[in-house]
């Protein structure tokens, strides 16, 4: 998601430590930068696939960090469980990213991931801190896989960047569909200062002006992502007189809907993104966003592969991401099983080939995918996500779009998905 000053809803800006314990199979997960091995782990230069793994573990994207934990488990779970990659048992090591507000910490949780000497890492899923990051972990020749990252200047940004997650030039042209085809007539837009909400503003304006919805406010405006308070924006909103709103914003959702009740703005007609679309049971009264509509890029995840998610990690509420984590990690492993060694440089080389670039049998597990390598045939990991090879710029050439529909508890439930190309 998202792309962002901080990836795609229930956080606080004041940047806190937070350490998350995690299964043996992976690493201690610390916030503040701090990573450990578990076992014999260390480093990819013996041979063993040791994934990197960057998560906002704090900071206003922190309400993605359990999933992705917990998808990054049972990645490794899976492809051990199948007998690791080359034959030796996969594992990790991790650091907390926070957002791109706390420059200083995307910086020490990255160099505490490469002092490990990773084969890959998953993550950051915030645009704007892997723009941040992105130099030095390629500088050091190490593939990264966004899960999360959909800014539209992120493609082909770099050799050794790769995303599992749409850009935004797709999520921005549905929503705005969406938008147009409900009939709004006139709509104003919310959208905060960064990479992400500018870059999805500016997309969901045009193609709703395409379609012939007047875009009364926001087209090129947008507010501090710092801010805190929203009387004055909501007041001028107001005054626009929108038939909706569309907010692009991550933690800044929650005050500035509460400015929207306490001036008796609807909240029912609001359209929310990737970075917001997400349970609110336990913020506002019951029907406050009943029918609000939100888009997340991504397959919606099933029940199982959800449940499966959640024994990894208990404290899982919100599945965003969490797919195209876990493909991504896969991807990884295969890479390395395809190439025959587990460097960065062997693995970068790969990736396109095991996502299915140049054609192959197609294959849904870690398992099956490895034993198609191993009789030599090339192949296509069709995983969680849906989406489909890695293009020339390493974005997925096609991928969904999810759309979700809030009801009386102000939950987002999954509506349908649309599918888009991704140019």
Do not use: W
């Not at 490469?114 to 390629?138: D, H, Q």
């Not at 909400?197 to 969901?204: E, F, K, N, P």
């Not at 909103?237 to 038939?243: E, F, H, L, Q, R």
């Amino acid at each position: 998601m998202r792309h962002a000053t901080s990836p795609h809803k229930s956080m606080k800006r004041t940047l806190m430590c937070a350490t998350a314990a995690v299964a043996a199979l992976t690493m201690t997960l610390s916030g503040c930068g701090s990573s450990s091995s578990s076992g014999s782990a260390s480093s990819s230069s013996n041979g063993g696939f040791v994934l990197g793994a960057l998560f906002p573990q704090t900071g206003s994207l922190a309400y993605m960090s359990p999933q992705e934990e917990g998808a990054v488990k049972l990645a490794l779970k899976d492809i051990n469980d199948a007998g690791g990659v080359l034959g030796k048992k996969a594992t990790s090591v991790s650091a907390d990213t926070s957002d791109a507000d706390h420059a200083d910490q995307n910086t020490s949780g990255t160099q505490s991931v490469l002092s490990k000497k990773p084969s890959a890492i998953i993550g950051p899923a915030s645009s704007s801190v892997v723009k941040n990051v992105y130099k030095e972990i390629s500088a050091a020749k190490v593939p990264l896989i966004s899960m999360g990252a959909t800014s539209a200047s992120l493609s082909g940004v770099d050799p050794y960047f790769f995303r599992t997650v749409a850009p935004d030039s797709v999520q921005g042209a549905v929503l705005g569909s969406v938008i147009a085809q409900d009939g709004v007539q006139k709509l104003a837009i919310a959208s905060f200062n960064d990479d992400y909400g500018t870059g999805l503003r500016d997309t969901i304006a045009k193609t709703a002006e395409a379609a012939g919805v007047d875009v009364v406010y926001g087209k090129d405006q947008a507010f501090d992502p710092t801010e805190t308070n929203f009387s004055s924006l909501v007041s001028t909103i107001k005054a626009s007189n929108p038939d909706a709103i569309a907010i692009i914003a991550f933690d800044q959702t929650k005050p500035l809907i509460k400015e929207m009740i306490a001036q008796g703005v609807d909240t029912t007609k609001l359209y929310l993104v990737d970075g917001n679309t997400s349970d609110y049971s336990g913020t506002f009264d019951k029907g406050t966003l009943r029918g609000v509509t939100g888009t997340i890029p991504g397959a919606h995840a099933s029940a199982d592969f959800q449940k499966k998610v959640k024994s990894m990690e208990s404290s899982v509420k919100d599945y965003t991401y969490a797919a195209e984590t876990y493909d991504g990690v896969i991807l990884f492993a295969l890479a390395a099983q395809k190439g025959g060694k587990t460097d960065g440089e062997t693995i970068q080389k790969n990736l396109l080939a095991v996502s299915g670039a140049n054609g192959g049998t197609k294959c849904k597990s870690y398992k099956e995918c490895v034993a198609l390598l191993k009789d030599g045939k090339d192949i296509e990991y069709v995983g969680q996500t849906g989406i489909g090879p890695f293009n020339k710029n390493h974005d997925p050439s096609s991928a969904n779009i999810g759309v979700y529909k809030f009801g009386e508890d102000n939950k987002p439930v999954f509506d349908h998905a649309q599918s888009g190309k991704v140019s």
